[in-house]
């Protein structure tokens, strides 16, 4: 299994890689191309950090998962994530709150932070680069279990990601009447 480990601001990065499970699939180098591309008169980039260190936003994702012929597509946490058809998805991307530390020291700057969760040998896994080490959710109902207690709270998102043939016949998401 493969893990990334948070370096800096690049837990989109992680995200990704850890997502497609090849630390390849993405470099430093190509998101920050990315940010250029999607405002390149910019002196500074709004789709990362100041500093260029990463803290890349949502859109730069998206870019990067349409290099890889993928969507990211926003669950609405009004449904339910049974409704989620597990089967035809590569798996999701979880935007949480994150405190900034320096050191040791909290600061009250609250910023954003990228997880991949996704099935690996029939199991499901948080791929979170700040865990020593991808931490095993279990079966596709103790990861909706999980789902479900995550988007309980109004400032974590979700994201499905599939393939965009999958997305356009929206395949991923389960009838109303029918939920696993």
């Given at each position: 299994m493969y893990h990334e480990k948070q370096q800096?601001?690049?837990c989109a990065l992680h995200a990704?890689?850890?997502?497609?499970?090849?630390?390849?699939s993405f470099t430093k180098t190509q998101l920050d191309q990315i940010c250029?591309?999607?405002s390149p008169n910019e002196y500074i980039n709004p789709h990362r950090s100041i500093l260029g260190l990463g803290n890349y936003d949502v859109n730069v994702i998206?870019?990067?998962l349409h290099m890889k012929d993928c969507e990211a597509i926003w669950f609405d946490k009004?449904?339910?994530p049974s409704r989620i058809d597990t089967s035809k998805i590569i798996g999701f991307i979880l935007n949480v709150p994150s405190n900034y530390k320096v050191g040791f020291v909290r600061l009250p700057i609250q910023r954003r932070?990228?997880?991949?969760?996704?099935q690996i040998n029939k199991e499901y896994w948080n791929l979170d680069s700040k865990l020593d080490?991808?931490?095993c959710l279990?079966?596709?109902?103790?990861?909706l279990q999980y789902l479900r207690e995550q988007l309980q709270s109004n400032d974590k998102e979700l994201f499905v990601v599939c393939t965009c043939e999958v997305d356009k016949t929206q395949q991923w998401l389960l009838p109303d009447n029918e939920q696993r």
């Open positions: 800096r601001e690049l990704l890689n850890n997502l497609f499970q090849d630390k390849s250029q591309n999607l998206i870019a990067a009004r449904k339910d932070h990228w997880i991949a969760i996704r080490a991808p931490q279990g079966d596709e109902s103790n990861m």
